[in-house]
């Protein structure tokens, strides 16, 4: 029910029945602002994606407006997958890290790490994003961390990632352009090549790697690396739950270790993702983790929603959503304890009724 993407399967494998921490990345990005650039929540309220995501897979609701974020189309969050996850099989625990959010979550006891940081402008405009101390930041939070558990599940929810994810790598200089994921079926690529196109036109050869970050990057990407490598000396291993977006922080750490002459362990880090991005036949997540000097362990869930009948999560099979909010993390942590795909479908589907 776990299938290798690349590596082997000795790395997932040795945390089969071990308890996980849940930390979900969540920030906002004026990209998202671009008519038609996603579907990633409600239309008009894109920015407060995140923030719901985090209300419902904390405490089963959402509090800063009335419903869950869902698409145009009806296909709701992939927060309900990394809810039902946890309520079969819970997390040791949840902590959520702000990074920048127009409207920050309304939870109690619930951990919140606030660091601060402004949500980004637009990358056709400039990111304008102080990406060096962002980056700082993820590798002091990784130095300081106290895990109570085995291993972290690092999710993401940022609407219009994918857009600047792939703006990124490109500004990197990675042949990717065919090979990120969208939350669309049908990905809005005229629309994401123009904004693209103006934020690669605001790149000059004499920018160095932090500069170039600062206009095209958003803050997930840019504090996830920081992340990983100031994990490099902690005995902590890391699954990087999501897709294309969390394959673009390795992309940047591998440029980062590039300019630093450093390497990096790959043994303690592994990125799990969904079935829906692993088979998706407008990307190429595989490809992206081959464009790194090092090796990653990856993995998917062999998940699917082919044991309902509700027409929104049928949507899911069909190419849309894909993945968010640490769902394909989540899906492996479930089969790891032994979690079945009609227990969780039958739980997910207990949310829509």
């Given at each position: 029910?776990?299938?290798?993407?690349?590596?082997?399967?000795?790395?997932?494998?040795?945390?089969?029945?071990?308890?996980?921490s849940f930390f979900l990345c969540m920030s906002n990005t004026k990209t998202a602002d671009t008519p038609g650039i996603t579907q990633a929540g409600i239309p008009g309220m894109l920015h407060l994606t995140p923030t719901l995501d985090a209300e419902f897979i904390s405490i089963g609701e959402v509090r800063s407006l009335g419903n869950i974020a869902e698409t145009p189309k009806g296909v709701p969050t992939p927060a309900?997958?990394?809810?039902?996850?946890?309520?079969?099989?819970?997390?040791q625990e949840i902590e959520l890290l702000n990074l920048g959010l127009e409207v920050a979550p309304c939870v109690e006891y619930f951990t919140i790490h606030d660091f601060k940081i402004d949500p980004s402008?637009?990358?056709a405009q400039d990111a304008a994003i102080a990406a060096q101390e962002v980056f700082e930041k993820g590798v002091q939070f990784a130095q300081e961390l106290s895990v109570k558990s085995d291993y972290i599940i690092l999710g993401e929810s940022v609407p219009a990632g994918t857009t600047t994810a792939l703006a990124t790598a490109l500004a990197l200089r990675y042949d990717a352009r065919e090979k990120f994921s969208s939350s669309f079926k049908n990905d809005p690529s005229d629309i994401k090549h123009t904004v693209i196109e103006q934020a690669l036109s605001r790149i000059h050869e004499s920018d160095d790697l932090f500069e170039t970050l600062a206009k095209v990057g958003d803050n997930m990407l840019i504090f996830n690396a920081g992340l990983l490598l100031g994990l490099q000396n902690r005995d902590i291993p890391i699954v990087l739950a999501g897709g294309t977006q969390m394959a673009c922080v390795l992309l940047i750490v591998n440029r980062i270790l590039q300019m630093m002459e450093g390497e990096l362990d790959g043994s303690k880090i592994a990125l799990c993702t969904t079935k829906w991005v692993a088979k998706d036949n407008a990307s190429d997540i595989k490809g992206l983790l081959e464009m790194n000097d090092f090796t990653i362990n990856a993995?998917?869930?062999d998940f699917d929603f082919s044991l309902t009948a509700h027409p929104a999560l049928k949507l899911y099979d069909e190419g849309e959503a894909k993945e968010g909010v640490g769902a394909g993390g989540a899906l492996v942590y479930a089969l790891l304890n032994g979690i079945t795909k009609e227990q969780i479908t039958r739980k997910v589907e207990s949310f829509l009724q």
């Open positions: 029910m776990i299938k290798t993407i690349t590596g082997n399967k000795d790395f997932i494998e040795s945390l089969r029945g071990k308890r996980a309900l997958i990394t809810r039902a996850v946890h309520l079969l099989h819970p997390f402008h637009s990358i993995y998917y869930a």
